[in-house]
C-alpha cells in the first residue's frame, strides 16, 4: 500500500545515520524530532536501502509501521487530545535484509491546542442515575473496552481516507469542554457531524466491525478496526446496516443516522482511535485525504452530544 503523500512530518531535520553498531549495521534515515499538537495525527517514515523491518513503541503502546514503497516504512501515531505538553520518546528498531538490527529514539515534541470551553449551570437531578442506568452505563464501558483491546496486525486501510457522510462539522465539536455547576467534564472526543435522521453513513477506510449495539449515551453503534491500532466509531445512529465481524471497504454503508443516546438532535457523532489516544477525525481528513477535505467547513448548528 502507498503512504499518505499529504503526511505531517514536522521537525524535518533528518538524520542520515550509518547506525554503525558493526559492520552489515542497517542504514536508514528518519526525523530527528517531531512536533504535534494535541488530537492530531502524525505520520513517522523510516528510509533505508537495506531494511526489511521497523517496529516502535510510544511508552507501552505498540506504533505498527508499514512497508510503503520506495524503501520506506511508515507509521500513523496519535496525540491524545488529553496528552500532557511533553517532549516524548519515540523507540524504533530496524532490521536490515541481512538481520542486523539497531535502535534509536525519535523525539516527539507534544504541543498544547486551545480548545472550545462553555460553561453553565443546571439542576442537582441532570446528573442523578438510578442504578438501571448506572448499570447500562458499566455495560457500554465493557463493550467498548473490549472493542478496543485487540487490534489487527494487518494493515487494511489505504489513502484516502473519507467522510462517513457529507455534512458539516460543529464548530465547536471535538475537544470542546463543558463546566457543569463549576465542574469540567471530559473533553468531547469525536467530530459532531449534522447529518439529518436517515442519512446513510459510510466506513471512512476499508476495514472489520468490531462492534456493533445500542448503548445510554452513544445509542446505536458501529466501530470498524482498520488495524496497526487504527479504530473508527459512528455513534446515534438509528438503523444499523453490519453485524459484529463483518468486513468492511471504504464507501460502504454501516447504518443510517439518527438522534438515539444522550443528545440533543439528530448527527453523527464520528470519532477516531489510534494507538489508544483519542484524536481529532477532521485531522486524518486533512492530512490523508483529496484536496477537497484541506479546510473542512464548520456548522454552528451541529447538535450537541454527551460522549
Request: with cysteine.
Amino acid at each position: 500500500m502507498r503512504a499518505a503523500g499529504l503526511a505531517l512530518i514536522v521537525g524535518c531535520a533528518f538524520l542520515s545515520a550509518s547506525l554503525a553498531l558493526g559492520a552489515g549495521a542497517p542504514k536508514g534515515h528518519w526525523p530527528e524530532t517531531l512536533e504535534a499538537f494535541q488530537g492530531d495525527v502524525v505520520e513517522v517514515k523510516v528510509s533505508g536501502d537495506d531494511l526489511a523491518q521497523v517496529e516502535g513503541n510510544l511508552g507501552k503502546e505498540k506504533i505498527y509501521f508499514y512497508p510503503s514503497g520506495n524503501n520506506f516504512f511508515s507509521a500513523l501515531i496519535g496525540i491524545d487530545v488529553e496528552a500532557k505538553p511533553s517532549v516524548a520518546k519515540l523507540g524504533v528498531k530496524v532490521k536490515s535484509v541481512g538481520g542486523a538490527q539497531r535502535q534509536t529514539e525519535i523525539h516527539l515534541k507534544i504541543k498544547a491546542k486551545s480548545f472550545h470551553k462553555e460553561s453553565f449551570n443546571v439542576p442537582p437531578s441532570f446528573d442523578h442515575m438510578s442504578p438501571e442506568t448506572l448499570a447500562e452505563i458499566r455495560r457500554e464501558q465493557e463493550a467498548f473496552a473490549r472493542a478496543f483491546a485487540t487490534t489487527a496486525t494487518e494493515r487494511f486501510w489505504d489513502i484516502p481516507f473519507i467522510r462517513p457522510v457529507p455534512q458539516d462539522a460543529s464548530a465547536s465539536s471535538f475537544g470542546s469542554r463543558r463546566i457543569i455547576n463549576g465542574v469540567a467534564r471530559a473533553p468531547h472526543t469525536g467530530t459532531d457531524l449534522s447529518a439529518p435522521a436517515g442519512t446513510e453513513v459510510i466506513a471512512t477506510n476499508h476495514g472489520r466491525v468490531v462492534l456493533v449495539g445500542n448503548f445510554f449515551f452513544a445509542g446505536g453503534s458501529v466501530v470498524v478496526d482498520h488495524g496497526g491500532g487504527l479504530f473508527s466509531m459512528y455513534f446515534h445512529l438509528s438503523e444499523l446496516k453490519v453485524e459484529e465481524g463483518a468486513p468492511v471497504r471504504k464507501g460502504d454503508v454501516l447504518a443510517l443516522s439518527g438522534g438515539t443516546g444522550r443528545v440533543t438532535g439528530p448527527h453523527l457523532h464520528w470519532g477516531v482511535r489510534l494507538n489508544n489516544t483519542r484524536v481529532d477525525p477532521l485531522d486524518l481528513l486533512r492530512k490523508f485525504s483529496g484536496p477537497s477535505e484541506k479546510s473542512p467547513p464548520i456548522n454552528k448548528a451541529a447538535s450537541k452530544s454527551e460522549e
